[in-house]
């Protein structure tokens, strides 16, 4: 569903994501990790179109992101990291807007848009101003402007930042629901717990390059550590690698 091939890109000398080769199987949910400035983001913008590589292709249901952008992006839903909104609209009409970019029937527009309202308990404010909500409140619309199509791919990046842990506890059944019904998630975290609960598969990824990806178990056998994701990232990507190290840092605090 998703697969890419010696995927780059460059900014200046800087390989921000480097000879990336990854396949992503329909239903899969899967998680990106890394540290901060890994590529991630990166990655995420270039598969979703927003971005051009420098070389390599991605594919989303066979379509080049490139190639076949318009007709790649009518099957993809993106979350970004920080909500992009239009302000002076309301969410009931920001998502009829999205929906109707989106060609939907506006029988089921409406109907679907409700249901994602009662889902997310925005009601009250469906028909205030965006720019009078809250962050929460902003990612939740975004959420629903991003599914309100049915993507039969999903790219989530930091999924949960600002979300209450109500939020978070709906938006990790829906997504999980959503891969159950076939649908293919690409999500971006610094949450390490949360990918552990969620994913199928994860991906590593360190200075632009990946690093490691599998299953728990695999990412287990190839790290040599057993016990939480969070031991065994640190231990791929080298963070705290030399416990002497640390331990004369933490002296110095």
Known sequence: MIKTVGLCKHFGKKKAVQNLNLEIKKGEFFTFLGPNAAGKTTTIKMLTGLLKPTSG?????????QKDFLEAKKIIGYIPDTPFLYDKLTPREFVELVGTLYGLERGYLLEAAQDYFDFFSLNEVADILIENLSHGLQQRIVYIAALIHRPEVIFIDEPLVGLDPHSIHLIKRLLKKRTSQGTTIFMSTHILSIA?????????????????QGTFDELTKTSGVSGKLEDIFLKLTKALDDESEFSNFKDKI
């Open 57 to 65: 292709c991605a594919y989303v249901k066979d379509k080049d992101i």
């Open 196 to 212: 552990e609960e969620l994913a199928d598969r994860i991906g590593i990824i360190d200075k632009g390059e990946m690093i490691a």
